[in-house]
């Protein structure tokens, strides 16, 4: 019986979060909790680069730590980022947290439908004449770039952010009684080696997000219980409620 799940994530900052609505409606009880944080480099170790944030055109975002920093360096830098500016985002939800920062205009935001670039690059493609900028962690693959190098497109990737651990304290390590996981990131799968080194999973069920977090989990000797995004369910919580539903 899954009762008590851990998403490895900081808690959602809007109370209208799908997450809330599966603790209602299924009797769940999430406890958030980040094993990693997420820490922007400073203006001065971006212009180690030798980037100029105005040469572009276009970004591409990935995920909202890309946009959040991405925002950050500009005003550190005391760059203003032009109207014309065009955004490519991996998934809408990411899309639209660009409002945070700059008026939503269609026009300029573009999005694909699977939370992976492959979905997003036809777009990216019929925008050729772009000079695209890709943020990227400090932790990134070879995958973005090499499907730019093969369309020919003009590019230039990045490093905005990185994963720092996040530690658990010796209370939670004793305390960790948890049904079921999720994680988001090949770092957080590394970080509960780390911080519950005797962890056995047995019974207690595991989710990823990504290939790579999924990936992660299996080399990690762990059995892999739910993976996302699939075509049926293209986000975590989609995915989490199907199968605590299917599960009951």
Known sequence: MIKKI???QPKPGSDKSPYYDIEKDLGVELVFRPFFKVE???AKEFRQQKINLLDYTAVVFTSRHA???YFKLAQELRITIPETMKYFCVIETIALYIQKYTQYRKRK???GNSGKIDSLMPTIVKHKEEKYLIPQSSVHTDAINTMFTQHKLKHKECVMYRTVSNDLTEDEKKNFDYDMLVFFSPTGVKALKENVPDFVQGD???A???PATAKEVVEQGFR???EAPSAK???MTGALRAYLEENK
């Open 109 to 111: 935001i573009f999005f």
């Open 67 to 69: 946009i959040d920093n």
């Open 208 to 210: 990823a997000f990504g």
């Open 224 to 226: 892999l219980d739910l």
């Open 6 to 8: 851990l998403i490895s």
């Open 233 to 235: 369910h293209p986000s």
């Open 40 to 42: 922007g480099l400073s």
């Open 204 to 206: 207690v069920k595991i």
